[in-house]
């Protein structure tokens, strides 16, 4: 019964919200706050204008998510290694944590063709920093929405525990 109710309520997601769909598709989880995800896919680069100098765009949660990511790695490796010294530590964390990696896993998610932004570079793609940085904002939104635990299982699931 509960798959059969879990079926309806993703049908029905996809038809009201397909971004709202494809971020439960992505962690399982029932977005609350779309905002913070439609915010997440927003590259400064076109960014909307609020005031005079205020700008929205996806920077404030991609500094979240980068520290959200930094911890929870940071964490995860200080557990699975008790005995190992801290610059073990650092360099396992600098192999997870850096632009090639999270640009493969924003890939390999599909976060690259979701972020919104200009035409600056070639035929429309986006680089290398930019899928970083789209992953980064993307934690943070799940942060802010879910709370740490729900996050920390998301990182752990889909990016630690394949890595």
Known sequence: MKKLIDRVRKR????????????YDLTGLYPKSMHLYELAFTHSSARVGL???L?????????????VLDLVVA???FR???F???GFLTNMRS???NTQFLDSLSRELGLDKMLQHTAGNRRNETSKNMNADVFEAFLGA???DQGFPKTYRFILDRILTPF
């Open 75 to 77: 964490d995860v490796l």
């Open 84 to 86: 190992r010294d801290e």
């Open 12 to 23: 029905l997601l996809r038809a009201s919200n397909p971004l709202a769909a494809r971020i």
């Open 95 to 97: 192999k997870v944590v």
């Open 80 to 82: 699975r290694f008790p």
């Open 142 to 144: 799940i942060y802010l």
């Open 55 to 67: 700008h929205k765009s996806n920077e404030r949660l991609e500094y979240l998510g980068d520290a």
């Open 51 to 53: 005031e005079e100098g």
